[in-house]
């Protein structure tokens, strides 16, 4: 028989009790009572150990008879067993109601202290991340006026940099143009005295600027060149420094400029006695001596590329637009399809900052909510919080080109235009109006237009802006095409000026996007494989000084290059002069005027393969909206 090692104490303590209690009880039935009360099948051995152990087993040997006159009756065994029992029974279920009473209050009791510990390390926890973000919040604040001290000690070092540049700038260009007059003067002054010496006194010039303009600029091809000078704004220039040279004020001389400028493409068209006076006005221009540097000089400026302007804001953020005012972006790497000549963008700067004309984007920039930057043109445009500063100028090499200071702060006007898929979670469109007809004279086409009121909104800057403008339809049947939006108040300008205005500039819609987007994508995916427009090639470092003819000749390629790389598609880059002649230059145009513009229909011959790129030419040239310099507005179909 082995050593009982785990049974409980109780059940030993009550083992003993019952035996102490009841000596009679025998093993097996106290393996009952166990049985009963805890579950536990004991074998009369093991019990008979336990008792044995403490002293309570009967003697050993048989118990002595005792004589029959000493036999008591017996005192009902049976029923003093079944008391016996009961009462062990009671006392059981009394101590173990107590000790299941103790053993709930001790673990009540753990339960709370656990929970009384849980509640004050959350508490410490809490207190901890508490004074951690405290902390950081202080620091961030801490760093952010250590930033907005250097930003704004740089921005002021910035400006007394530019101030200081412009300031040079302007003293050297003082100095450069007193000291050309000067030699001008003296030059002027010395070819008058030799031409007086070669001819009577009171003689004119032999020659006479009164040539008339060529009937084939306005009804050729050619007029696809003048339309990319009137951007580059070259041949006005020279015309003005050849009147200075000669000091003559004729206006005729504009078109005989024009004129010598396109007379390789034209002498097969051009009679004699013209070519003959174009030949003499050539040559009399020819013998003014540094004429021909003054014409390079002009060539090389006007040549230049606006790829950017940043604005620079009163609150020290700067935004950035394209050279054709496409949109707003974030920073300056911008397309180079998207590249300005200077003298055109210059008229932009001159009608949106000192005419007052509102900007006329294309689009806002974003898709799922407008950019940061937008929203801080938008802001400075009010000139409230925030003003435009000044603008810098840079070129396709980020060169920075010009810094135009924009003077005291005061409100800009814009427009621009909203896809119907953007901006979807942060537009609301607070009234809308019914559509009607929108006739545009200088397109003859029509459009449908309806009065809208918008609000947009950034989440994460906490900014919202309300526009007003109109929804435009190409058809009723159909859905908004575009929202036009623009911070013009509604009765300083109508919803019909405000679609006009944009129309005319951007009159594609969206042909036009996908044009934009396709040049976004490719420079995108192939920045460092594209190139950029220059006029390098275009003049040549020769061993002599290009002549007049020369130099007239070159810039003729240089408009061809500009029309090639940005009016037409991607693969006429590398094309030349004499291909352009045969798909272009030769058609003829049908131009039919009215007050203020000019519509130029092309005639085309029969089975003409090139309509697809024509149409495209015509579409790049509408958005230029080309305006000569006698105010005619000129439009293409």
Known sequence: MGVIYKLKPEVKDFILTQKGNNPALSCRKLTALVLDNFKIALSKSSINMIIKEAGL??????????????????????????TSSQEAEATRKAEAEKQAQADAARRAKEEAEKEALRKKEEEERLAKEAEKKARLEEERKRQEEISKTEEEKARKVEEERLAKEEAEKLKQAQFEEEKRKSEEGAIRKAEEEKEASLRPEGVKSAVSFNVDRFSQVDNTGIILLKVADSMIGASQRIAAAVK????????????????????????????????????????????????????????????QEVRCVRMILSDGENVYLDGQMYSVWSSPHIPYDFVSPIHNFKKYINKYFNEGQPFVLFNAPGYDMPSPEFFNFLNACEAQSSSISNTVLYGNKFNELEVIPMGAPKKRFFIFGIWPWQFTECRKVKNIGQFRRLHLEAQDSDFYIADIEMALSHPRLGKQVSLAGCAVKTSLEEKTRLVILSNIAPGDKSSEELAVTYLNHWPNLDEAFQDYSHKIELFTYAANSQRFFSAEKLNPQ???????????RNYLLALDAYVRWYLLPSGYTDKELILMKERFYNLDIQLTRNNENCLAGFVLPPEYAFGKDLGYLCRRLNEKEVVFPDGMKLYFK
């Open 542 to 552: 020769l061993d002599h000084v290009l002549s007049v003819e020369e130099l007239l």
């Open 57 to 82: 087993s009967a003697p050993i040997g048989r118990t002595p008879r005792k004589k029959k006159h000493h036999i008591a009756m017996p005192k009902l065994p049976v029923l003093l067993e079944d």
């Open 244 to 303: 200075s040279r000669l000091g003559r004020t004729e206006d005729d001389l504009n078109a005989v400029i024009e004129n010598l400028i396109y007379l390789p493409l034209l002498k097969e068209k051009t009679d004699q006695p013209v070519l003959d006076k174009l030949s003499a006005c050539l040559k009399e221009i020819e013998n003014i001596k540094v004429m021909n540097l003054d014409i390079l000089r002009i060539i090389t400026l006007c040549l």
